[in-house]
């Protein structure tokens, strides 16, 4: 006669994944990103008058 048992837990609980080394560096590379970021770029406005001919 077969009998049946229950299904073992197929997912086994185990300790999260340390973050690996290139997920490391790509979040210190996009902080960097971020902090670098100042918004727009600003040209001072020109100290010269305007030389075209009137």
Do not use: C, L, W
């Amino acid at each position: 006669m077969i009998t049946f048992a229950p299904k073992p837990n197929a997912v086994s609980a185990t300790k999260p994944a340390e973050e690996s080394r290139f997920d490391r560096i790509r979040r210190i590379a996009a902080d960097k990103h971020r902090q670098a970021y100042a918004g727009p770029i600003r040209r001072e406005p020109s100290k010269t008058g305007d030389k075209r001919p009137t």
